[in-house]
């Protein structure tokens, strides 16, 4: 796009402008794709967490009676890891 009394830029013109925009872009990319990383590898961590809790929760269930119903609190446990996973498989995009 030129204004009124300029001249087009040439292809090298364009290059320079390219090259330029990309190392100004490359830097906050790279540290977006570096957190998002990031934020993947700890919802992966909290799942597994998440995954143990529910098995220690349904042993002791199995095992002993408890004077609490932990039935509701497993289902809750279930529902964030459905979560988590919905989150991870976005991140997952996004990257």
Known sequence: MSFQGEKPLDSENKDA???GLIGLLKPAV???DERVKG???SQMELRQQIDSLCEDLKKITENDPVPIELEPYVKKLNSSRRR???VNSILQNVQ
């Open 30 to 32: 790279g540290e977006i």
């Open 84 to 86: 988590v996973m919905l």
């Open 17 to 19: 402008i390219a090259r």
């Open 39 to 41: 934020v993947r590898e």
